[in-house]
């Protein structure tokens, strides 16, 4: 029998020392806590069962100074059956610790991973009385001993970042550059090939879709499908095991780790899109696999007016009950791991409206932002909130506090709206382009508080958006029903694959539009990884359980794809090169220093700058944009002024081609053309003296800047 000793409350979880472990978790309403060790991942029930001896402050915990890393285990809590009280307590299920480091052993769906017999009519109000000790998921003590050597975060400022998403396994998984023993795994986003194509396309930071580890939901299993997303966490502290070579927990954390570095190592910073808003155990049909069975009522937010259910504010079926100072130090410590033990660079919330939910509206100024805002650690890393849940009030993008950015929906919607030919006013369009000002500045947050997206893993590809007028989601099983069907997207013709050259030639222009505007906008962009490859889904604008070949990224590319790929790293060349594009500071809309050009204009085809019925205007597909980049007001990391080439950015969305008249220059300048997506392959060209406007082609845009004449 393994010796115990009181142990402490302090840190949660199961915490090595170099002569034993020490087991804490918390419950407010437990009876009991059994702490079980397992001897194999095979094995069918635990070979021993202690009886955590202390309890201090709602936390029980014991100290095994026999045990060793490596060790597998789980626990038994005892407690009221009660779900009409909201208690679920059986302890015939071995639960997964919260705070786990590593997963020794993935969950095995089998009737007995539930807390309520299957079946029974009752429902959930029966009771479970089999063992699920043979499938229950198990945690594993870990060393955590890692050579770091010289990595350092590499803390680029948010107007200089731009946002590549991604999928660790679909990244990777067909590039045929990457050795095939480490293809889909961290291990393979670090390799050579896989790092040489994020740093040639040019983006600084890659938003890594969940890694934490997920729950691939029985539902799926059994018609033949997975929970490819991820976005079903079970486990906040550890690294998903279906992306490490290994495929063991320990080896989870040691490839996490070295794929990090080798990020870092090339410059690239590392964010996680983390769901803190809800759990893989779902409604109260769900599995029992951790909180539920540790204290149902203590971690979730139950329903008032009767509590054997839950407050579903994520459409996932549960939501993590925010009130509770347990819940959020869950959380919090799970962050601060990520940072210190992993070296994160920041993270992407998962409906974060959902965060801030203390009471039944969102607060933003709730515990959660309080803690993250007083934290000297957090407060300073990429915090990206997805500003929307499914509950009521929950669509709050703006709303965030001062040192959050968020993914913006009107961005996304304006710019797809715009190109798609809908006649939907230009002021919204120009007020998202010039980085939305009106949902950020009077919160006191700049320009880069706006991340801008037109694509994203939730929906269509960007070869799709212009590819499908309507979703196709038979692949999911679930009759086309899945989905959203507002995509403000345009099949330029046909519905789907065509061979027609003109359809074809005009997706691909559409393409270079969309992935102009996304970067040539004030902000910071994200962009969907694969889109720069063209990538598509078939139409399939959720596929979140397609973990095959319709969800991974193809590299096999056709002479357009390759095409396209240049144009987009030369778009992300163009951002670079002129910091009027990332600005700090939302522009004046007047002459500033003394001069008289204003720091933004807006144009009409004539030259004019856009007059009030303009901009009231539902019908206006063509626009003029201006920038004076002598007129930023903005200094350097060094105190020196910044100064930049005048732009001048032409978009029509028109069928027709538009003139547009140039404005006049400075004397002794002229306008040189940058890149016009109508004519991509064409170099840099001065245009000619006494030339006064430019033929802007149908559906395109056009970048100009002032060079001396």
């Known amino acids: 029998m393994t010796r115990i000793r009181p142990g402490s409350p302090y840190p949660l979880g199961a915490t090595w020392d170099g002569k034993g472990v020490n087991f804490a978790l918390c419950s407010e309403n437990a009876t009991a806590v059994e702490l079980c060790l397992f001897e194999s991942p095979e094995a069918r029930k635990e070979s021993q069962r202690i009886a955590l001896p202390e309890r201090t402050d709602r936390v029980w915990h014991g100290y095994l ?52 017999r299957i079946g029974d009519p009752a429902a959930d109000l029966s009771f479970d009385e089999r063992d699920n000790a043979a499938l229950a998921p198990l945690a594993a003590v870990l060393d955590h001993s890692f050579t770091w050597g010289d990595d350092a975060p590499p803390r680029r400022p948010w107007h200089e970042t731009i946002v590549y998403e991604l999928h660790i396994k679909g990244f990777s998984m067909l590039n045929p550059a990457v050795e095939p ?90 964010i996680l899109d983390v769901v803190y808003n809800h759990t893989a155990e779902g409604n109260q049909l769900g599995p029992t696999l951790s909180l539920r069975g540790i204290d149902n009522a203590f971690y979730y937010r139950l329903s008032p007016k009767d509590a054997r259910y839950y407050m ?7 939501t ?52 993250i805002h007083q934290d000297p650690l957090l407060s300073q890393v990429k915090l990206i909130a997805e500003p929307w849940d499914l509950g009521e009030g929950g669509y709050q993008v703006g709303n965030f506090p ?30 998202r382009l010039s980085g939305s000002s009106d949902l950020y500045e009077h919160g006191g947050r700049r320009p880069y508080a706006s991340i801008n997206f037109v694509t994203c ?42 061979d ?28 969907c990884g694969g889109d720069e490859l063209g990538r598509t889904q078939k139409g399939d604008n959720n596929a979140y359980c397609q973990d095959n070949p319709l969800g991974w990224t193809h590299w096999d590319l056709s002479s357009e794809q390759r095409e396209f790929l240049a144009f987009v790293r030369r778009l992300i060349e163009l951002r670079k090169a002129h910091p009027v594009f990332r600005r700090r500071r939302f522009f004046q809309g007047r002459p500033l220093r003394g001069g008289s050009v204003k720091d933004i204009s807006f144009l009409e085809p004539s030259g004019a700058e856009m007059s009030d019925s303009d901009w009231s205007s539902g019908s206006i597909k063509r626009l003029g944009i201006r920038l004076a980049g002598d007129a930023m007001e903005e200094l350097d990391a060094s105190g020196a002024r910044v100064v930049d080439d005048t732009l001048l950015w032409l978009l ?40 006064l406007s430019y033929d802007l082609r149908e559906r395109s845009t056009a970048l100009l800047r002032t060079v001396k004449a």
């Open 402 to 431: 001062v040192g959050w950015t968020e993914w913006n929906g009107k961005y996304r919607d304006v710019v797809r709206g715009f190109w798609k030919g809908e006649a939907s006013g230009v002021a919204e369009l120009a007020t």
């Open 457 to 498: 893993h939730d929906g269509f590809t960007l070869q799709d958006l212009v590819s499908y007028n309507d979703k196709h989601n038979e692949p999911n099983l679930e009759d086309n029903k899945d989905g959203s069907d507002q995509n403000l997207s345009w099949n330029c013709g046909v519905e789907g694959p065509t």
């Open 312 to 318: 579903d504010y994520t459409g996932c079926g549960n």
């Open 65 to 116: 100074p026999d045990v060793l890393p490596g060790q597998l285990y789980g626990y038994r809590v005892r407690g009221p059956y009660e779900p009409a009280a909201g208690h679920r307590f059986n302890p015939n299920k071995v639960l997964l610790d919260p705070y786990a480091r590593a997963i020794g052993r993935d969950v095995s769906w089998a009737p007995e991973m539930f807390g309520y």
């Open 652 to 691: 029509n969305a028109h069928h027709e081609r538009a003139p547009f008249r140039l404005p006049p220059t400075r004397r002794g300048q002229a306008w040189e053309l940058l890149l016009d997506t109508a004519s991509p392959d064409a170099e840099p060209r001065r245009i000619r003296s006494g030339v």
């Open 500 to 527: 027609d050259p003109v359809i074809r030639a005009l997706r691909e222009r559409q393409k270079r539009n969309l992935m102009a505007t996304l970067l040539f906008s004030e902000g910071v962009p994200m962009l």
């Open 181 to 270: 023993a480490l293809r889909g795994t961290y291990a393979g986003l670090a390799s050579e090939a896989s790092i040489r194509h994020l740093v040639e396309l040019g983006v600084t930071a890659v938003e890594l879709m969940p890694a934490q580890q997920f729950a691939n939901d029985m539902y799926l299993q059994e018609k033949g499908l997975a929970n490819y997303w991820g976005y079903n966490t079970y486990a906040f502290f550890a690294p998903a095991v279906a992306y490490s070579v290994s495929r063991t927990g320990e080896g989870a954390v040691q490839d996490f780790k070295r794929m990090v570095r080798a990020l870092h190592s090339a410059g690239i910073e590392v």
């Open 320 to 371: 993590l009950n925010m009130r509770n100072p347990a819940v959020l130090r869950l959380i919090m410590d799970s962050l601060r791991y990520w940072v210190v033990d992993m070296h994160v660079d920041g993270f992407r919330f998962d409906l974060a409206s959902a965060l801030a939910r203390e009471l039944h509206e969102v607060d933003k100024l709730g515990a959660f932002f309080d803690i």
